[in-house]
């Protein structure tokens, strides 16, 4: 008889539960969690297959490597110097040029208690804030927009919203393929109750955009104007919830008069859509009963990502359409945790448990917690600028955990020669065939999924238990646990005389320290542990001490989390793209997900059958512009702009408006002869979060140069 081990899925921010079935250090199958409330025993086929990416030891990082200088090869070595060499380097490091001069890069994918140790030895023990994660290029407008709006992080709402919901509006999503099953719910839904509608905006006719009743194929990053524009309509018909808006809000009048020049005829020429299209998305949304927005890259990945978000919350704000079942702005998380690593404030611009680095009082409330001197009130280094900063000199030692920022961050060839600038960089992963590895002085290798134990928080503020299964391939180890013996080196030298930072034995003890952190605060988890979540199974946050069950949704009461209580509106004006098309650069340049594939494909690639769905890379460009240029359909093409260029077939499809080309995102320097689709993408950055324009480039396509 397998064993069976209830657990997560570790792709995206769905957080589905599954059973994993074991014999030994085998995992033989999984099944979905019938028992787990986002998926109730649903597995989409990125699940599904999981059991075959932990089938074989066959790419995966087994052994502790070094190498003594950048000329020679990296040398299998045993952990003990490992994590001496790791310590001794980022000590001699932060002593010599100050605490800014270490980084660490860490992902969403890790579990809570990895970054929750991670998040101490930056700020705690080094002192320095210069920890972010690739959630910056996930969630980090989301986040800014909600502190802006509410006074408070995450969202509204839980996944039975989906089954209320009369009117759904999906803005930069394209739900069926990247959070499939909490989109087979919609779809259950919607089959019981056909008059629900679905109102798209996405400048691609995607699988979700093709079931749309209403699909508004904007021209890229025109969101702000068209959430004005429904705005302007709704205030000029009085359907605007003017009860609401004064019980509990503030900062309408400004948004009223702003919004003014946002005339629905505008507004549609802006967003080159029909003036009627937008007019009657604003009626759905306006005259349902319950109206929720699911959102996410289209949004997020942007220049003006923090405006984009905004904007649909004043929309939601000024029709009331928040705090009951079936209506909220819900934003869709992409990775497994990212929510749980904004929880223990894994990211540069935060603290634990949602405190902000600027405000005194929060640091010397973690100081107190920690047992710690003095935290640094210096903001750390976001993602791009942290790159930046190592390309300059300025950042010297950088440690890369469980993400590939080569093939994920804008301008790849500017992160190739940060990482060959820098002095020390440690890369700690599962697999080996990642872009970024070929950089690695240290590897140091972790345990991937089924062979660790630990917590993730899904897209509902849903804290779930992740268990080992298996034993990890070779000498690999759990995240938290190299962190932590790390970090344990590290305070013996540069902090002997505090008290011991790094007393934890397991990931259970980490949890119980990182609960005490969030008492008092809108996270408040000092009745969750261990033994409640394992008996009563995944809980939502805040779950007080005393309390039975988690919240499922906030704001209920009219009441959000800003000084005053009211929610907060915000002027947003429409701004273009970073990259403007011209006769040079004549495409918009979009980028999205595949169905089958995850991130850079180190997981999903090991997936034979995840490439039955889209078996190559390819450019999708409209039929009508391939004829007008001579271009045949699968012939190859460059893709180029001032930073880039690179090669791949194309693909024709009337899925894209002309004017537009699409490119999937996962495709990495094994299937092609450059990094990927971001070789092209600048990224530049929304000036509030930080969050790099990942979705959109201004490119030229020209025949391919055969040799
Ligand atoms: Fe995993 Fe997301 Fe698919 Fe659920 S929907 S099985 S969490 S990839």
Known sequence: MPTITKSTCCYCGVGCGVLIESEGDRVIGIQGDPA???????????????????????????????????????????????LETVAQRFADIARLHGPDAVAFYVSGQLLTE???????????????????????????SAVTAYKMAFGADAPPGCYEDVEHAKTVLFAGSNMAYAH????????????????????VIDPRRTDTAAMADLHLAIEPGTDVALFNGMLHHLIWEARIDTGFIDRSTDGFAAVKNLVREYTPRIAAEICG?????????????????????????????????????IALINLHLATGQIGRPGAGPFSLTGQPNAMGGREVGGMATMLAAHREISNPGHRAEVEALWDVEQLSDKPGLPAVAMF????????????????????????????????????????????????????????????????????VTNSERRISLVRQAISPPGDAKPDWWIANNVARRMQAQLQPDLPDLFPFTSPESIFNEHRKLTIGRDLDIGGLSYAVLDKQGPQQWPFKAGQETGQARRYVDGLFHTDNRRAQFHITKYQAVAEVTNARFPFHLITGRLRDQWHGMSRSGRVAKAFSHEPQPALTMHPKDAERRGFKADQLVTISNKQ????????????????????????????????????????????RSFQPELKHAAVRIEAAELP
């Open 36 to 82: 787990h409330p986002a998926n109730f025993g649903r597995l989409c086929s990125k699940g599904l297959s999981l059991p075959l990416t932990v089938a074989s030891d066959v790419g995966r990082a087994l052994y502790p490597e070094i190498r003594l200088d950048r000329h020679s090869p990296r040398r299998q070595v045993d952990w003990e110097s490992a």
């Open 114 to 140: 990895d970054y929750y140790v991670f998040n101490k030895l930056a700020k705690g023990l080094i002192g320095t804030n210069n920890i972010d994660t690739n959630s910056r290029l996930c969630m980090s």
């Open 180 to 199: 499939p099953v909490l989109f087979r719910r919609l779809e259950a839904a919607r089959e019981k109750n056909p008059d629900i509608k679905w109102i």
């Open 273 to 309: 859509i029909t003036e009627k299209d937008l007019i009657q998305a604003a009626e759905w949304f306006a005259a349902s009963p319950a109206s929720l927005s699911l959102y996410c890259m289209g949004l997020n990945q942007s220049s003006h990502g923090t405006d984009k978000n």
């Open 388 to 455: 930046d900063a190592i390309l300059e000199g300025k950042v010297k030692a950088v440690w890369i955990v469980c993400t590939n920022p080569v093939h994920s961050m804008p301008d790849a060839e500017k992160i190739r020669q940060a990482l060959q600038h820098a002095e020390f960089v440690v890369v700690q992963e599962a697999f080996m065939q990642t872009d970024t590895m070929p950089f690695a002085d240290v590897v140091l290798p972790a345990s991937s999924w089924a062979e660790k134990t630990g917590t």
């Open 644 to 687: 880039a260029k690179m090669t791949l077939p194309l693909r024709l499809s009337d899925e894209v408006k002309s004017g537009t080309v699409f490119a999937a995102m996962h495709w990495n320097g094994q299937y092609l002869n450059s990094g990927g689709i971001n070789e092209v993408i600048a990224g530049k950055v929304d000036h």
